[in-house]
């Protein structure tokens, strides 16, 4: 175990490197091809899966290489078919990740970071601070991990898992173009979701990218006051600087984002944030999605009812302003970020 930790990750190489590696261990220039063939576009995760390669060539490679794949701490399977998993990386750092069948196509929702320091009040994650970020590698196994245990192509990836995407950006950036990569996993740009709490430096860095990769701001209210009591970590990104940032990002890529809105039982389903809410989207180009609160188990905060949830979606359509609301997947088991990791640590010290 020890030995393995020191040897590289074989799929951290670039295309030429694995050529020079080909050629220094006399092997013929073809076999380069076929090494990257099995690491990118395969998604191979042993050297045993190499069939083509030579058992020779598969023994050298992992006498100085490795595949750093995470390992599967636990799974839960809802009734919906959404599958959670906690996935733990070589230095035993975990994260959560889920896998959303639907209709033939496979959505994968990921963590950039393990734990978070953002600390927002509706979110298990929150409670436990942050470890640390991801490496856009980490991000990526993720993915590819959730493809392999369901055995189908991965169609979409959301941002959405544990973490702030923007705190992280550079992984995350490098992640989205190696799951957009043609030669990879080679999802649509479109296909790939970011979802911020609202860090304004990232939302402008994001609108800079050339890929047409999808934004999402976790909003879940439009008064200033009662966004700094549920979102702490960005107080100081304030509701017109937001404003102004996301109308700079859709004049500068034509993209509309989407406001993720957590409707918390008398907290941000009152009339006054309903008006404010209006107020804030009507005359932009954006989607609000509408999300009834996960019910966690002992939380303060507790789901609006549902007939509040459908008044708002009416209210806001009546202005003009897209919305919809967000089917719950996984309410059976421990979908909301967080959620999965606290039980299990809760069940070990018990």
Same mark, same amino acid.
């Given at each position: ?13 670039? &295309? ?11 092997? !013929?220039?073809?076999?380069?091809? *076929? ?12 050297? +045993?899966?190499?069939?083509?390669? !030579? ?21 839960? $399977? ?13 230095? @035993?750092?975990?994260? &959560?990740?889920? #896998?959303?069948?639907s209709? #033939? ?5 990921v ?13 298990? /994650?929150?409670? #436990?601070g ?15 991990? $959730?493809?392999? +245990?369901?055995?189908?192509?991965? /169609? ?5 898992? *544990?973490?702030? =995407? ?7 950036? &490098? ?12 999802? @649509?740009?479109?296909?790939?979701? $970011? ?29 200033q006051?009662?966004?700094?009591k549920?979102? !702490? ?5 304030t ?20 406001? &993720?809105?957590?409707?918390?039982? @008398?907290?941000? +389903? ?32 507790? =789901?609006? !009812? ?13 202005? @003009?302003v ?9 309410? +059976? ?5 967080? *959620? ?6 809760? %069940? %070990?010290?018990?």
């Amino acid at each position: 175990m020890e030995r393995s930790h020191r040897l590289r990750d074989i799929r951290s190489l670039s &295309e030429q490197e694995i050529a020079d590696l080909v050629k220094e261990l006399g092997q !013929p220039a073809f076999r380069a091809k *076929q090494i990257c063939e099995w690491l990118f576009a395969k998604q191979a995760g042993s050297f +045993d899966e190499m069939t083509n390669i !030579p058992k020779k060539l598969r023994e050298q490679l992992a006498e100085h290489f490795t595949f750093a794949t995470p390992t599967e701490a636990a799974k839960q $399977v809802s009734h919906d078919g959404s599958r959670k998993y906690l996935l733990e990386f070589s230095d @035993g750092t975990s994260v &959560e990740t889920v #896998g959303m069948p639907s209709r #033939g196509k496979l959505s994968v929702c990921v963590s950039t970071q393990a734990g978070c320091a953002m600390g927002c009040a509706f979110c298990a /994650t929150g409670m #436990g601070g942050l470890k640390r970020s991801l490496t856009a590698r980490e991000i990526v196994d993720q993915v590819i991990h $959730v493809a392999r +245990d369901f055995d189908e192509r991965v /169609t979409s990836v959301v941002f959405m898992g *544990q973490g702030e =995407p923007f705190v992280n950006m550079d992984a995350t950036i &490098e992640a989205l173009r190696m799951l957009n990569d043609p030669n990879g996993m080679a999802i @649509g740009a479109r296909h790939l979701t $970011v979802s911020t709490c609202g860090v304004i430096p990232g939302i402008k860095r994001f609108a800079e990218l050339p890929e047409q990769f999808t934004l999402a701001i976790s909003l879940h209210s439009a008064i200033q006051s009662t966004r700094n009591k549920l979102m !702490p970590g960005v107080k100081k990104y304030t509701l017109p600087r937001l404003h102004e940032a996301i109308q700079a990002y859709v004049e500068k890529t034509g993209r509309r984002p989407t406001y &993720e809105f957590a409707m918390i039982d @008398g907290v941000n +389903d009152t009339n006054p944030e309903m008006e404010a809410l209006i107020d804030f989207c009507q005359g932009t180009l954006c989607h609000v999605n509408l999300i009834p609160l996960n019910d966690t188990p002992n939380a303060l905060l507790k =789901p609006s !009812p549902m007939k509040k949830v459908e008044t708002l979606q009416k209210r806001l359509q009546m202005h @003009g302003v897209e919305a919809t609301i967000r089917n719950s997947r996984g309410s +059976d088991i421990d979908a909301a970020c967080g *959620q999965l990791q606290q039980r299990l640590s809760a %069940q %070990q010290k018990a």
